[in-house]
């Protein structure tokens, strides 16, 4: 999913250009491959299972606090510092609430009231609202017919989601609202990452990890003031959020790093299309989410109109 970019990413999370780990795993990439698509497409079911039990952002704090866990025991393994600089905990503090403390949160409300289905097809407009913010932002990203068709098309299959004809019937506005607003704080966190930290030092995990770290204490005193702290830990609940952050953040960045490093950007950022296949999948084999023929459709289109914003203008055109 659109889990938090390393800092030194230039469009999203899947588009690292960073150094990554030199080491090359001995497991093949197209399994580490299909296994990133499931975690993060199961990571909107965690989401839901979460907030069974707890407050939204309880299930966004467990998120960071366990993916920065995470994190930081590799960072401690390869005996890797934590960056330095005041300038560069700033940015990284802003960095934190527009990639993680935000997007996470509202996810986390949102499918208080929509199906983790339809969050994970939420999360997948994520690249049209790059595409559109960065003709404005990023001067050097200039719109091509493809792109502006691509960006189109994905909102006619958002449309087609949400069954538009039909009046939006069904569909919970606020929460559909919440979930497309978290879809479009990563893109407006992408580039204020690419204008600020894209040339700070550090490994990838050092800077995710520190920025989960920001984000932990974030959450921490947003769940103070607006929360009460948990009266139990049902089992399931907080082993979903326990796995939702140690797994769909915290191992899941450190397996894209390895597949940037191993095939490259463009190959590892198609993951971006799996993701709502699998949310969809899991919710309505798991969880009994409703499925109507609109949802596939527009899924497809949405994709489509994806991966139509994100083709790069050939040199000469």
Not at 40 to 54: C, D, M, Q
Request: charged fraction near 10%; proline fraction near 7%.
């Amino acid at each position: 999913m659109s889990a938090p970019a390393t800092p030194r990413t230039a469009a999203s999370p899947t588009t690292d250009t960073s150094p990554a780990p030199r080491s090359v795993s001995r497991v093949d990439w197209r399994l580490r491959f299909a296994l990133l698509s499931v975690v993060w497409g199961f990571s909107f079911l965690l989401i839901k299972v979460g907030t069974e039990a707890y407050a939204p952002f309880h299930v966004a704090l467990g998120r960071v606090f366990f993916g920065a866990l995470a994190l930081m025991a590799v960072l401690l393994v390869r005996r890797e510092p934590l960056p330095r600089g005041r300038r560069t905990w700033m940015h990284l503090t802003v960095a934190a609430l527009l990639l993680n403390t935000a997007p996470f949160s509202l996810f986390s409300y949102a499918e208080l009231t929509i199906p983790s289905s339809l969050a994970g097809i939420c999360n997948a407009t994520s690249p049209l609202w790059g595409m559109a913010l960065s003709l404005v932002a990023l001067s050097e990203d200039r719109p091509t017919r493809r792109r502006v068709a691509g960006l189109g098309l994905g909102f006619l299959g958002v449309l087609t989601v949400l069954g538009a004809w039909q009046g939006f019937a069904g569909i919970d506005a606020k929460g559909t609202a919440l979930a497309l607003l978290a879809s479009l704080c990563y893109p407006i966190g992408w580039i204020y990452v690419r204008r600020t930290l894209a040339s700070v030092p550090g490994s990838p995990v050092a800077l995710t990890g520190s920025q989960l770290l920001l984000s932990t204490a974030q959450l921490l005193l947003v769940s103070a003031v607006f929360t009460t702290a948990p009266g139990a830990f049902p089992l399931w609940p907080t082993l979903s959020v326990i796995a939702l952050g140690a797994l769909g953040t915290g191992m899941a960045l450190q397996m894209q790093y390895g597949l940037v490093a191993e095939v490259g950007p463009t190959t590892a950022q198609m993951v971006t299309y799996f993701i709502p296949v699998i949310a969809t999948a899991a919710g309505v084999a798991l969880l009994g989410e409703s499925l109507h023929w609109n949802t596939p459709v527009g899924a497809a289109i949405v994709l489509v109109g994806a991966a139509l914003t994100q083709a790069r203008r050939r040199q000469g055109a």
